[in-house]
């Protein structure tokens, strides 16, 4: 009933920012879209909130039309990037804001947002203003706003990725946790593609113009049907390589740099590349897929090549290592507690069937 | 700079924030001798920097034509009806080019207004006049000046709260619509307390011209309305000058806008930083 419809809605400015887009957000469903800055991410937020004009399309919650209905009318929430508090106004006021609007008497007031403070546990700072409380806070009380004015579709603007690494995880668990959310459907807009795997149900990597993939997280991850979709999800980014494959039928062969970095192509990879008779490619090969091997260790099903270390971090989980392997330059994650000095040469296995081919200017996954 | 120079500067300083005390404060301390001198001590060719005997009945003096109060309360009447006029206009004008300035007309028409006010006034004021003299509501009248002291008032106030709403969020307005708040009622509920400091001090500034204006004043009301700006000059005249009622009348005069500006300064400071302190 209150399942969100988007068809074939544009908007644009002196350029075309969102073009044909078509998206449905089931009841209850947790929709995530993930994509760079400046891509239109808030726009189509805004558009479905009614702060900004569509071109052209359709947007309806459930059987309403609301193209053109004004923002105060729509049967809508969301939350500002920028949280957009009332600085005037106390933590109880600003949650209580949307009920006010509905003109609901005191008593109810008080009771819906101590309950929703209580929830979000910041039922202590309800007499505070916005500009005394913390930024993480800040998020809960306008997140607490969105949540009394008991909408049929939530957006949510990057609601946590302003915050410290701490709170953030918090939050998330706390998003998993609402029961609120999962009643409605929610949009949630995030450049942050860890966020995007945990929380979402089904995922859109937002391209120009529109939606590139929609998915579940896993399968987006998996399969993504682009080179943009692929390097926009993972950390660290994947390693894409410009390539060419020479050989021919089962025994296609990948060849960059200066000819000393390759590996044969795996016969399921084969069969389908060889299809299409691909010449030029770009090989993409996620940094778990590389694996640093240690003095004698043998690496069955992965082709072994040999480089040394460009760039070594350790990060909090894990080590990220660039190395140079015959005139490429690899990314590979390795465990913590393994140490690596600078132009040390190394040998990396990779896992040849893990890696996707995507079309050189297109960047179309040929392997779909 | 070495201590000694930092000293000289700082013993500089104080002598010149010294002088200009005394040249600003003097023509307040002069009012207030004079106006309780008796009229032959203001008259004498060596002046008196203090009075011989304090006449405080000329304070009474001034009150004992009734119209004299009543030139306040005209005063009072047009100073605030413009202010409310200005305030409702300017914020509504300002609001505009704040927030949709292609649609209210661009750059163009908000410079147009302020121009108005580079005008040199007395070069409009015959014309003023007569444009006035055919108007239902005639010159000698509360609304004639009310909508006279727009031409100078309304610019002003129109600019500064451009200004101030400019620097008012966007988002938080925004906020409100998706709270359920129709427009009117979001900019009641949020954008008004985010620029009511700086409205104050508009309304303080209107009100302020509005209270002291003499020139129109002078050639448009004096039978049915007077101001106190008018009031004051008759008590010169031909055979003699009252100086002392004079300067009585115009110390009581000063006292409304000096209360209000220490009612107010707190709101008047912060709302003349708005545009200059974020957050």
């Known amino acids: ?368 | 700079m070495s201590e000694q120079s930092a000293r000289l500067v700082r013993t500089l300083l104080l002598i010149f924030l010294g002088l200009w005390l005394i040249l600003t404060l003097f023509p307040l301390y002069w009012q207030f001798i004079t106006a309780f001198k008796s009229a032959a001590e203001t008259n004498r060719t060596i002046p008196t920097f203090w009075p011989e005997v304090w006449h405080f009945e000329n304070l009474a003096a001034i009150f004992a034509e009734p119209s004299n109060f009543g030139a306040l309360v005209d005063s009072f009447i047009i100073a605030t009806g413009n202010t409310v006029a200005s305030l409702v206009l300017g914020s509504l004008a300002g609001y505009a080019f704040a927030r949709f300035p292609r649609q209210a007309g661009g750059e163009n028409l908000a410079f147009w207004i302020l121009s108005n006010r580079m005008f040199p006034p007395v070069a409009v004021l015959v014309p003023m006049f007569f444009l006035f003299d055919a108007m239902p509501w005639g010159t000698d009248s509360y609304l004639s000046l009310i909508i006279l002291y727009l031409v100078f008032n309304m610019p002003l106030a129109t600019w500064l709260m451009m200004v101030f709403f400019r620097d008012a969020p966007r988002e938080l307005e925004e906020a409100a619509y998706l709270d359920g708040y129709t427009p009117l009622r979001a900019f009641v509920k949020v954008t008004l307390p985010l620029v009511l400091p700086g409205m104050i001090s508009v309304a303080m500034l209107c009100w302020i011209f509005a209270w002291n204006e003499y020139l129109f004043a002078n050639l448009f009301v004096g039978t049915q309305v007077r101001t106190f700006t008018i009031v004051i000059p008759t008590f010169t005249h031909g055979s003699q000058s009252l100086w002392n009622l004079q300067m009585a009348f115009s110390m009581v005069a000063m006292l409304p806008p000096v209360a209000l500006f220490i009612l107010l300064r707190r709101y008047m400071v912060r709302g003349l930083s708005l545009g200059v302190v974020k957050g």
């Open chain 1, 1 to 368: 009933m209150a399942r969100l419809q988007i068809e074939g809605l544009c908007k644009g400015w002196d350029f075309p920012v969102i073009d044909r887009l078509d998206l449905t957000v089931e009841e209850g469903e947790f929709f995530i879209v993930v994509g760079p800055s400046g891509i239109g991410k808030t726009t189509l937020l805004r558009l479905i909130a009614g702060l900004e004009t569509a071109d052209a399309g359709r947007i309806a919650i459930g059987d309403q039309d609301i193209t053109t209905l004004p923002p105060y009318k729509r049967p809508v929430a969301m939350t500002f990037e920028s949280y957009a508090l009332y600085p005037h106004l106390s933590v109880f006021e600003n949650i209580a804001s949307p009920l006010r609007a509905r003109r609901l008497d005191k008593a109810a007031i008080r009771q819906v947002v101590t309950e929703v403070a209580k929830l979000l546990r910041i039922e202590t700072l309800l007499d505070r203003r916005p500009g005394e409380i913390s930024g993480g806070q800040k998020q809960r009380t306008a997140l607490g706003r969105t949540l009394v004015a008991e909408p049929q579709v939530f957006l949510l603007d990057e609601p946590i990725s302003h915050l410290d690494a701490k709170i953030r995880h918090e939050l998330r668990l706390q998003f998993h946790s609402l029961e609120e959310l999962r009643r409605v459907a929610t949009l949630y807009v995030t450049h942050d593609y860890a966020e995007a795997l945990s929380l979402g149900d089904r995922i859109g990597v937002m391209g120009h113009g529109g939606l590139v993939q929609i998915g579940t997280a896993r399968d987006v991850f998996m399969r993504p049907r682009s080179l943009f979709v692929a390097q926009h999800l993972g950390q660290p980014a994947i390693n894409a390589v410009t390539a060419h494959l020479t050989g021919e039928g089962a025994a296609l062969h990948v060849r960059a740099g200066n000819s000393s970095f390759g590996f044969p192509v795996v016969a399921a990879h084969a069969a389908a590349l060889g299809r299409g008779g691909y010449r030029q490619v770009t090989v993409g090969i996620r940094p778990q897929h590389v694996k640093v091997l240690r003095n004698g260790e043998d690496a069955p099903g992965h082709h072994v090549i040999d480089g040394h270390v460009e760039i070594y971090e350790a990060l909090g989980a894990n080590g990220v290592l660039v190395a140079d392997a015959g005139g490429v330059n690899l990314t590979a994650l390795t465990s913590l507690e393994r140490d690596f000095a600078h132009r040390q040469p190394v040998r990396l296995a990779l896992q040849t069937d893990a890696v996707f081919y995507f079309h050189a200017d297109s960047g179309d996954n040929l392997l779909l």
